[in-house]
Each structure stands twice: as C-alpha cells, then as structure tokens.
C-alpha cells in the first residue's frame, strides 16, 4: 500500500523567504507524485507532478519539486515567499495512473509580512 | 485546461433525507472519475472510482449502498448519499481524467454538505 507524510501541519515563513515544504512517501512501485494546492472553500489545483524522466519538476506559480528516490521524498520550494501563497498544500501519490489519489494531511502554509 | 464542475456548492439537509451531488466536466470528457471526502482541516481521503457505463469501485470502508454513485455519460457523475445523517457532514470532491497523460485528474470545487 502506498502512503504520503507530510512533515508539519503548519510552516511559517517571512514574505520574501525560502519555502520549503517536506514530503516522504512509500510505494512499492515507481511512484507518480503530486503537489496540490487549496485555497479556503475552493478544490485543488495542480501545482506540479512528476512521472517520469526529470526529476526536478517546475510547475506553476515558481514552485518547484524534486523526487529523491533514495531519500523517498518529494519536497515542494519556492525560493521567495508571497503573500498569495498562504494556503494548504497536498502532496499526493499514485502508483497506477488509472487509479485515484493517496494524498498526505496537508500543510498550512503562513506567510508573514 | 480543463474545467469540472460541481453542484450544489452548499447543502444542507435534514437528517434522513438523500442529497445528490453532480459532479461534470465541462470541456473535455472524463472517461474515469474519482470522488474524494475531505473532512474539517484533513486530507482528503478517496471514497470511489467510477469509470463510464461501469460499476464504481469503492474504496474499503466506504459503504456502497450509503453512498451511491452514478456514471451514466462522459461528462457527468453524480454522488448520491442516501439516509444522511450528521457524521456525513462533509466537504465531497470530485475529480475527473480522461485527457492529459499520466494520471491527470482535475478537481471540482467540492460540495459543501451540512446534515442537521
């Protein structure tokens, strides 16, 4: 069975700061790995996925992530926080692209002026 | 890109009554959809997988006649709970794939359900 932990349930970090936020999964076959964003009392959105290939993904809003398979971790960053980006961040697996999602409990992201 | 849309966005009902949640893609069709239960401050945890003119698929634990889903057309799902009572209050989303490669879902705003 796959699974996804995500390191704190809240980070803080000063605007202009670097965004680091941590995910491990398990899988027992090569992983396809997502980060999601939700903004309150909205659905997700896609920040960024891997599958195959690079494993340095860019996706929007100057995110980035990059799969360690030797560490099994998929950690989200961006290097200069915004005020826009408060919000809840989801990391996901999927061992199958057929099947649905395994998403981690989340982290709340707080930016301070 | 791609679009999917739910409806109501808010519902609330009386305990004992059913509520149907609609869940369509707007501009592309979902070959497979994917409904998601997320509760207050957690993830969101996967309740069923329903392929067109199929059976849904439910995950273990999640009761298939309490929660019944239908897939009758490419652009359309709809979740019914049936009986509803207070512990299914909840925020119910959708997501829908059939186009974009690997394992693109794109997710509904959620519905908002409220059993008093």
């Known amino acids: 069975a796959q699974s996804v932990t995500q390191l704190g349930s809240h980070v803080s970090v000063s605007e202009g700061a670097l965004v680091l936020l941590r995910c491990n999964y398990s899988s027992s076959v090569p992983p396809y790995l997502f980060w999601y964003v939700q903004y309150p009392n909205q659905g997700l959105q896609l920040l960024l996925k891997?599958?195959?290939?690079?494993?340095l993904v860019k996706g929007i809003n100057g995110f980035e992530a990059e799969f360690k398979k030797s560490e099994t971790s998929f950690h989200l960053t961006k290097p200069s926080a915004h005020m826009s980006d408060a919000a809840e961040y989801f990391c996901a697996v999927s061992e199958n692209p057929a099947d649905g999602l395994t998403f981690g409990k989340g982290t709340h992201l707080i930016i301070q002026p | 890109g791609a679009v999917v849309s739910q409806h109501p966005s808010r519902v609330i009902c009386k305990s004992g009554t059913s509520v149907k949640i609609e869940c369509r893609s707007l501009?592309?069709?979902?070959?497979?959809m994917f409904w998601y239960r997320q509760f207050p401050k957690q993830s969101l945890m996967l309740m069923a997988t329903?392929?067109?003119?199929?059976?849904?698929?439910?995950e273990q634990g999640v009761e298939k006649d309490k929660f019944l889903i239908n897939h009758a057309s490419l652009t359309l799902s709809t979740l019914t709970v049936t009986s509803a009572h207070p512990e299914d209050s909840s925020f119910y989303i959708c997501s829908a794939s059939g186009q974009g490669g690997y394992n693109e879902q794109f997710f509904g705003p959620g519905t908002r359900l409220t059993v008093l």
């Open positions: 501009d592309f069709q979902a070959t497979t």
């Open positions: 329903s392929n067109e003119g199929s059976k849904a698929t439910y």
């Open positions: 891997y599958t195959t290939g690079a494993t």
